[in-house]
């Protein structure tokens, strides 16, 4: 939900070319690409592999808390 793109259904070419001709508005594009840089920003490596620890560590029913790397 951070409005950083469109979706479609992959088969819907009028859904699909509607898309992709709202994209040649360049401040649609900016602001766009803007959300959708400040959505990834938090998953750097670090936080995505203590997310993947932690699901591995549920998954496993393990209590302890994980190491710090």
Known sequence: A???GFVCDAL???ALA???TQLLDPALR???G???RQAVLPLTP??????LL????ALLGLKTPPRTL
Do not use: K, S
């Open 18 to 20: 509607g898309a992709m």
């Open 30 to 32: 900016a602001a766009m």
């Open 54 to 57: 932690g699901l591995y560590r």
């Open 46 to 51: 670090e936080a995505m592999a203590a997310q």
């Open 12 to 14: 819907d070419i009028a």
């Open 2 to 4: 951070h409005d950083a």
């Open 34 to 36: 803007g959300r959708a």
